[in-house]
T-cell receptor, first 116, second 113 residues
Framework: AQKVTQAQTEISVVEKEDVTLDCVYE???????LFWYKQPPSGELVFLIR????DEQNEISGRYSWNFQKSTSSFNFTITASQVVDSAVYFC?????????????WGAGTKLIIKP | NAGVTQTPKFQVLKTGQSMTLQCAQD?????MSWYRQDPGMGLRLIHY???????DQGEVPNGYNVSRSTTEDFPLRLLSAAPSQTSVYFC????????????FGDGTRLSIL
């Protein structure tokens, strides 16, 4: 069973629209960490946010916001007023303890296309 | 400030050849890791290390070896290349034991013929 599910393979919106990328995770641990990374067309991986399992406070950073809900095991990412530069593949990832160290498990990614 | 440096950026191998992908970081990070990225899939952890002299297997370790003789370097060895190992390989580093944000190299695109 997939531990991190990003059900949206590809999303296409017109610039200035709001868009939400979904992430559902599965873990039995009580302590874990969730991440979002961005991979623009140039291929590098850019860290966006980290959340630990005890902090359910939503976070806003400029046009980006994240909604963490333990009750539904979801950590969704919203871009407000999208821009062409937001076009990228976005990955959600879960870090959980395995054999005394943490391992990062990645979702398959959502390709976001912002059309001008 | 180089961050995480991977070499080479591109490589083509023949089936059965061996090679080493190099990874170096200058941030004094304890944790280093290797991932492979295949089309339509997220990154998958191959091997990781929590410090010099300590390595462990990730999700897809078969066909790969690693060593960590210094804090800075974490090379990945392909023992006998197979077409199934055609992929983009990323090296990453972070503080801690894998629960901190990771800094990634630019990746190595490897093709096995």
């Amino acid at each position: 069973a997939q531990k991190v599910t990003q059900a949206q393979t590809e999303i296409s919106v017109v610039e200035k629209e709001d868009v939400t990328l979904d992430c559902v995770y599965e873990t039995r641990d009580t302590t874990y960490y969730l991440f979002w990374y961005k991979q623009p067309p140039s291929g590098e991986l850019v860290f966006l946010i980290r959340r630990n399992s005890f902090d359910e406070q939503n976070e806003i950073s400029g046009r980006y916001s994240w909604n963490f809900q333990k009750s539904t095991s979801s950590f969704n990412f919203t871009i407000t007023a999208s821009q062409v530069v937001d076009s990228a593949v976005y990955f959600c990832a879960l870090s959980e303890l395995m054999d005394s160290n943490y391992q990062l498990i990645w979702g398959a990614g959502t390709k976001l296309i912002i059309k001008p | 400030n180089a961050g995480v440096t991977q070499t080479p950026k591109f490589q083509v191998l023949k089936t059965g050849q061996s090679m080493t992908l190099q990874c170096a970081q200058d941030m004094n990070h304890e944790y280093m890791s290797w991932y492979r990225q295949d089309p339509g899939m997220g990154l998958r952890l191959i091997h990781y290390s929590v410090g010099a002299g300590i390595t462990d297997q990730g999700e897809v370790p078969n066909g790969y070896n690693v060593s960590r003789s210094t804090t800075e370097d974490f090379p990945l060895r392909l023992l006998s290349a197979a077409p199934s190992q055609t992929s983009v390989y990323f090296c990453a580093s972070s503080y801690g034991r894998g629960n901190q944000p990771q800094h990634f190299g630019d990746g190595t695109r490897l093709s096995i013929l």
